[in-house]
């Protein structure tokens, strides 16, 4: 079914440089963007205004994740480390290093224990703020995405040697190695009910798997170039993806066609993230801008 309508906003006077990572608090009412220009803006959604600069990173910042309680945001940084900030009052609160290279990504687990990041170093690796818990250890070039499942202490990420793969959250086992796609894996997200997961990479593919059995159950396509974010509205009936190409596509998952082509970025889109309600998508870019979408 086709969407109607939908009305963007370009959030005004936010980074000099690509932005890398948006995440949404839990309460909807605040967005996190990440920069290259080195900071993390934290953003009032319903005023489209900056609340806080967090200026604390010697490098850019790659992405940025809310805690499930919405008092904290981690961001992962090409400095190497990830530091933890007061969403409410923009103050720094630690920071933590052990991947020796560029962290590229960081998700937080539901329950509020442990977050975990991506890396250049070939890793993930689980965290509490006072330090390193887990290592996953097993692909072969750069960890580009996270992403935790809502359901299960299950961890899936993307890389650049051409795998996704799952791990046990606990432990660090790996469960299920998904190949599928023919180059590099930049995203992945687990659909609500964490039977499913999508995956994106530079062979402009769009792969849903079947968490259980590692299994692809549908392939999409539409982009031009590469396919480098995606993520699942929360009532699992929708997919956003993101890429080269500039766009935003919305996907019907139960039709698997495409339902909205966004033409609203001049640059790669980097990153996508739905309001927990469903009715707001945020997108940012490698063309310095922060986008909502109000569905």
């Known amino acids: 079914m086709p969407v109607p309508e939908i009305n963007v906003q370009t959030f005004q006077n936010g980074h000099p440089n690509a932005v890398y990572g948006v995440a949404f608090s839990p309460d909807g009412r605040q967005l996190a963007s990440a920069s290259l220009d080195n900071h993390v803006k934290l953003w009032d959604v319903q005023k489209g205004e900056v609340l806080h600069t967090l200026k604390g990173h010697g490098d850019g910042v790659y992405a940025v994740a809310y805690d499930p309680a919405g008092k904290k945001v981690v961001s992962a940084s090409l400095d190497q ?131 259980a059995t590692g299994m692809v159950r549908n392939r999409l396509r539409g982009h031009e170039g590469y396919v480098k974010t995606v993520a699942y509205a929360p009532d699992g009936k929708q997919l956003a993806s993101g890429g080269q190409d500039g766009t935003v596509r919305l996907w019907d998952l139960e039709q698997l066609r495409s339902q909205a082509v966004l033409k609203s970025h001049r640059n790669t889109v980097y990153s996508l993230a739905y309001a927990a309600d469903g009715k707001l998508l945020a997108s940012g870019s490698f063309d310095r801008h922060v986008k909502l979408y109000r569905l």
């Open 81 to 211: 480390s990830l530091k933890i900030w007061d969403s409410q009052t923009g103050a720094a609160e630690g920071s933590l290093t052990g991947h020796g290279a560029y962290v590229t990504s960081v998700k937080y687990a539901r329950d509020g224990k442990v977050f975990v990041s991506g890396g250049y170093d070939k890793m993930a690796r689980s965290w509490t703020p006072s330090g390193q818990v887990q290592l996953f250890s097993g692909h072969q070039d750069v960890v580009y995405s996270v992403a935790i499942s809502p359901v299960a202490p299950l961890l899936a990420t993307a890389s650049k040697d051409g795998t996704a793969r799952t791990w046990n959250l606990q432990d660090g086992t790996e469960q299920k190695q998904l190949s599928g796609h023919e180059g590099p894996v930049e995203g992945v997200s687990f659909s609500p009910d964490g039977k499913q997961c999508a995956t994106v990479g530079q062979d402009g593919l769009i792969i849903l798997w079947d968490v």
